[in-house]
């Protein structure tokens, strides 16, 4: 018998988890100031419920109706689909294989930031004093450091998961989130107790009408809520695995949205504010804004030096680290998880199953944590993926009938709320629509802004040719494996129960 969630609010801390990572806390404030502050919150609001929760309640549902991971669960769906759930759970899994380096680098940065809490009065030996441009040189360019931290990162996920589900999962995230939001809280309360920081909270909070004209505020809105929550990832789908028969799926979806959002905006109000209290208007837009598909300046450059400039900046220097590794670290367990739960779909223990996909993230995230240009191809193919994967989930549901898996899973008694036929219009309208503007969005800027002159190469850090190329491939490849999988899911499932119905009629008799 398979585990299960003791409470809906383990399920709901864990849904949390998975939602909550480094996105929030370094992509979202930057995502905010570039579009103008309060402009962006409102699509990116919106969003939340014409992207975001339709997808996730999609995931809960197909999750808890099949009690299989992605490749199964698109299966169980409808056979056809098989290489869907794979791509999905590949998709996911390209993105471990760097987000095991990222959260390297959160450790490493909370551990210079803890020493230089401990040598107060004296230079530190971390990042206080230090030229933080230089320090992440010299991590980044190190042979060993970034390997030592990427493999940290990997044993310490597969440490919590090998536990299991209860032991594991549910007790790391019961610890993790609520530090997490703690941790937020103080140094949002920091930040706006700063002298000057109601320009900041003006900056991102006073309305700008005009702006909502610029189609791009929309557009990002939609790209960071689609990337922000999860939804489409395949993470939730693999904890619904785990929900208890009687869990609210509707519920459930609107609260794992709504805190991941609340996330996003602590971590908004602790950075932005600071920046201007500190710097003149003109100088904090500069500082908070940075252009490209990839940033990590903001994070792990700047923020230090920020941090030097407010009275007790050694401590919450340390606690914005401690923060951001935790919301690494609580979405990195679901990652490991889904790929755990794949292998025992196919037969394996939990321990082989973890052991192979732990091994697998090591070795396939030692480019990424070598060489920052394969670090930024990966992100910039794999987070487009994303996209793609969404489209995946809503087609499938397409396939097997809204309306029926609406009755079955969505409007059925086990929810206290029900969604009717909206829920219908999301997917088979919105969701399409929405997946074709970002993917149209991306690859125009892939095309004018990135990399105009080789957008069609395949061998290009951010090109077009580059995610069709690695795209493609991977879809023909599962294409071409599409009947086998579903021989070696189903026939071993039909295999599993007939044994387990014979072994019953022996304990009768």
Same mark, same amino acid.
């Given at each position: 018998?398979?585990?299960?969630?003791?409470?809906?609010?383990?399920?709901?801390?864990?849904?949390?988890?998975?939602?909550?990572?480094?996105?929030?806390?370094?992509?979202?404030?930057?995502?905010?100031?570039?579009?103008?502050?309060?402009?962006?919150?409102?699509?990116?609001?919106?969003?939340?419920?014409?992207?975001?929760?339709?997808?996730?309640?999609?995931?809960?549902?197909?999750?808890?109706?099949?009690?299989?991971?992605?490749? *199964?669960?698109?299966?169980?769906?409808?056979?056809?689909?098989?290489?869907? *759930?794979?791509?999905?759970?590949?998709?996911?899994?390209?993105?471990?294989?760097?987000?095991?380096?990222?959260?390297?680098?959160?450790?490493?940065?909370?551990?210079?930031?803890?020493?230089?809490?401990?040598?107060?009065?004296?230079?530190?030996?971390?990042?206080?004093?230090?030229?933080?441009?230089?320090?992440?040189?010299?991590?980044?360019?190190?042979?060993?450091?970034?390997?030592?931290?990427?493999?940290?990162?990997?044993?310490?996920?597969?440490?919590?998961? @090998?536990?299991?589900?209860?032991?594991?999962?549910?007790?790391?995230?019961?610890?993790?989130?609520?530090?997490?939001?703690?941790?937020?809280?103080?140094?949002?309360?920091?930040?706006?107790?700063?002298? *000057?920081?109601?320009?900041?909270?003006? @900056?991102?909070?006073?309305?700008?009408?005009?702006?909502?004209?610029?189609?791009?505020?929309?557009?990002?809105?939609?790209?960071?809520?689609?990337?922000?929550?999860?939804?489409?990832?395949?993470?939730?789908?693999? @904890?619904?695995?785990?929900?208890?028969?009687?869990?609210?799926?509707?519920?459930?979806?609107?609260?794992?949205?709504?805190?991941?959002?609340?996330?996003?905006?602590?971590?908004?109000?602790?950075?932005?504010?600071?920046?201007?209290?500190?710097?003149?208007?003109?100088?904090?837009?500069?500082?908070?804004?940075?252009?490209?598909?990839?940033?990590?300046?903001?994070?792990?450059?700047?923020?230090?030096?920020?941090?030097?400039?407010?009275?007790?900046?050694?401590?919450?220097?340390?606690?914005?680290?401690?923060?951001?590794?935790?919301?690494?670290?609580?979405?990195?367990?679901?990652?490991?998880?889904?790929?755990? =739960?794949?292998?025992?779909?196919?037969?394996?223990?939990? =321990?082989?199953?973890?052991?192979?996909?732990?091994?697998?993230?090591?070795?396939?995230?030692?480019?990424?944590?070598?060489?920052?240009?394969?670090?930024?191809?990966?992100?910039?193919?794999?987070?487009? *993926?994303?996209?793609?994967?969404?489209?995946?989930?809503?087609?499938?549901?397409?396939?097997?009938?809204?309306?029926?898996? =609406?009755?079955?899973?969505?409007?059925?008694?086990?929810?206290?709320?029900?969604?009717?036929?909206?829920?219908?219009?999301?997917?088979?309208?919105?969701?399409?629509?929405?997946?074709?503007?970002?993917?149209?969005?991306?690859?125009?800027?892939?095309?004018?802004?990135?990399?105009?002159? @080789?957008?069609?190469?395949?061998?290009?850090?951010?090109?077009?040719?580059?995610?069709?190329?690695?795209?493609?491939?991977?879809?023909?490849?599962?294409?071409?494996?599409?009947?086998?999988?579903?021989?070696?899911?189903?026939?071993?499932?039909?295999?599993?129960?007939?044994?387990?119905?014979?072994?019953?009629?022996?304990?009768?008799?």
């Amino acid at each position: 018998m398979k585990e299960t969630f003791t409470s809906r609010w383990s399920l709901l801390l864990a849904a949390l988890g998975m939602a909550v990572g480094t996105g929030n806390i370094w992509r979202f404030p930057r995502v905010v100031a570039q579009n103008g502050g309060a402009p962006f919150l409102i699509p990116w609001f919106l969003f939340l419920f014409l992207w975001s929760i339709p997808l996730l309640i999609v995931e809960f549902g197909m999750g808890k109706k099949t009690r299989m991971g992605t490749i *199964g669960a698109f299966g169980s769906m409808n056979p056809r689909h098989t290489w869907m *759930g794979g791509f999905v759970g590949i998709c996911t899994l390209a993105i471990t294989f760097y987000y095991c380096v990222v959260t390297g680098w959160c450790f490493r940065y909370t551990l210079a930031s803890l020493v230089d809490l401990a040598a107060v009065g004296a230079a530190g030996g971390g990042l206080w004093g230090a030229q933080t441009m230089e320090f992440w040189n010299s991590f980044t360019g190190s042979l060993w450091q970034p390997v030592l931290f990427h493999l940290f990162a990997v044993l310490f996920s597969s440490w919590i998961i @090998y536990h299991g589900v209860v032991n594991g999962i549910e007790r790391a995230n019961k610890i993790l989130i609520p530090t997490l939001f703690t941790l937020l809280i103080i140094a949002a309360v920091r930040a706006v107790t700063l002298p *000057g920081a109601a320009d900041g909270l003006n @900056y991102l909070f006073e309305p700008k009408w005009r702006a909502l004209l610029n189609y791009r505020v929309w557009l990002e809105g939609l790209s960071q809520s689609a990337w922000s929550t999860g939804a489409g990832w395949g993470l939730i789908l693999t @904890y619904a695995v785990y929900m208890r028969k009687d869990d609210d799926i509707v519920a459930n979806s609107f609260l794992a949205g709504l805190g991941n959002n609340s996330a996003s905006l602590l971590a908004a109000i602790a950075i932005i504010p600071t920046v201007f209290a500190i710097l003149p208007a003109e100088r904090a837009i500069s500082a908070v804004t940075d252009t490209g598909p990839v940033s990590t300046g903001l994070t792990f450059i700047w923020i230090p030096k920020l941090f030097e400039e407010i009275a007790g900046g050694r401590f919450f220097l340390f606690i914005f680290f401690l923060a951001l590794s935790i919301a690494a670290m609580s979405s990195l367990i679901a990652m490991v998880e889904l790929g755990t =739960r794949i292998t025992m779909d196919f037969g394996m223990s939990r =321990r082989k199953g973890l052991f192979l996909v732990g091994s697998g993230c090591f070795l396939f995230g030692l480019p990424s944590a070598l060489n920052l240009h394969f670090f930024q191809n990966q992100d910039w193919v794999w987070g487009i *993926g994303l996209l793609l994967s969404g489209l995946l989930f809503a087609a499938t549901i397409i396939s097997y009938g809204v309306e029926k898996f =609406r009755r079955e899973m969505v409007d059925s008694a086990d929810n206290d709320f029900k969604l009717g036929r909206v829920f219908n219009f999301a997917i088979k309208v919105l969701i399409p629509i929405e997946f074709l503007a970002m993917i149209g969005w991306w690859f125009t800027q892939a095309i004018l802004v990135y990399d105009p002159d @080789y957008w069609w190469h395949p061998l290009r850090a951010f090109s077009v040719g580059t995610c069709l190329l690695q795209w493609g491939g991977l879809i023909i490849l599962l294409l071409l494996l599409n009947k086998p999988i579903k021989r070696l899911l189903f026939e071993r499932k039909t295999i599993d129960i007939h044994a387990a119905g014979e072994m019953g009629k022996r304990v009768e008799s």
